[in-house]
């Protein structure tokens, strides 16, 4: 999409509506007093759009009115890796400035603005927030956090982040699908990297880091079968009694238990999401994160989703190949 062949006075509502129907509703007001240029391609791998946006400098808004006027059907998450030019996201009152070469994390689903004070060139990565598998606090902490070229992640995540956007046309939808996942996989890193890295630099209590120390065991082990709150508190020298009290305050709504069955399923979720001819069986992707009942599976599959792990296969499959409107 591009808006060459607009007339002059039409270009920014033009660009500003096909931005909307791509990815998010959003406002978006030119920072130019000449006639606004804008270049943007999109595709879909799987559940993953991939969009490259070019164009003169602009803010970009998404507020409080758009998401409750336009809800999405599912939240999504961004991922904005900046190829040229600068970005400053807003996002839970906190400031990223991204320069060139560097990333930023948003939610869809919160209110927040993108400065783009000169022309740039941005590719941004949108997938549903819930094949992340990763907790609600997370996510607000990773948010508007920026990742440069040789900071953290970044140098392992940024060169095949730039590589698929620039490549996402050519690949058939088995290997796509493939892809999709992975990049799931990543985000899901890069987030729990993120908000490790923020809560380990704010003022807490030892409590706080205690719990963070859990989830990250709980992260490495999910897929034992063995792992248990007994085990857990074990290999943390505290009580089993301790560890609940610990969670409880640390306001998780859960019990150790149920949190390591619903980043379990969260986890066989993302995995049956993927299609692809060679997309293992349920009850591999089930024994994979330490369920190792088929039949309890299930159960707990349904009553967290709504419907049976192949189902959810099936329809999350039909979403993938779904094509919105305006979308390449």
């Not at 606004?36 to 009115?65: C, K, N, P, Q, W």
């Not at 620039?166 to 990297?193: E, K, M, N, R, T």
């Not at 591999?284 to 192949?310: E, L």
Request: glycine share 8%; with cysteine; hydrophobic share 40%.
């Amino acid at each position: 999409m591009t808006t060459t062949s607009v007339a002059d006075d039409e270009k920014a509502g033009f660009w500003s509506g096909a931005v909307s129907r791509t990815l998010v509703p959003v406002e978006v007001r030119p920072l130019t007093d000449r006639p606004f240029d804008g270049l943007m391609e999109s595709h879909r791998l799987g559940y993953v759009r991939i969009s490259t946006l070019e164009a003169d400098a602009a803010r970009l808004s998404r507020t409080a009115a758009l998401i409750a006027r336009a809800p999405l059907g599912e939240p999504q998450v961004g991922v904005g890796v900046q190829v040229s030019g600068r970005a400053v996201l807003e996002q839970d009152g906190r400031r990223a400035e991204v320069p060139p070469g560097g990333l930023v994390v948003y939610d869809t689903a919160r209110p927040y603005t993108v400065d783009h004070p000169d022309r740039f060139r941005t590719h941004l990565f949108h997938l549903p927030r819930r094949l992340l598998g990763v907790p609600e606090r997370d996510l607000r902490q990773a948010s508007a956090r920026a990742v440069g070229p040789e900071e953290g992640y970044g140098p392992v995540l940024l060169p095949f982040l730039g590589v698929l956007a620039a490549s996402a046309h050519s690949y058939p939808a088995p290997v796509g699908d493939q892809l999709a996942g992975s990049v799931a996989d990543l985000f899901s890193a890069l987030i729990a990297q993120l908000s490790h890295a923020r809560a380990a630099h704010e003022p807490g209590s030892p409590n706080e880091h205690l719990v963070s120390r859990v989830r990250e065991y709980i992260d490495q082990h999910l897929g034992d079968p063995e792992l248990s709150p007994r085990r857990i508190a074990r290999a943390h020298h505290i009580s089993v009694r301790y560890l609940h009290r610990l969670f409880e305050g640390e306001g998780e709504g859960v019990t150790v238990s149920r949190l390591i069955q619903r980043l379990r399923l969260d986890a066989c979720a993302r995995e049956l999401a993927r299609r692809g001819h060679a997309a293992p069986t349920v009850s591999a992707v089930a024994q994979r994160w330490g369920f190792a009942d088929p039949a309890h599976f299930s159960r707990a599959f349904r009553a967290a989703y709504g419907v049976p792990p192949r189902e959810w296969r099936s329809l999350r499959s039909a979403d993938a190949g779904r094509q919105p409107f305006g979308e390449h």
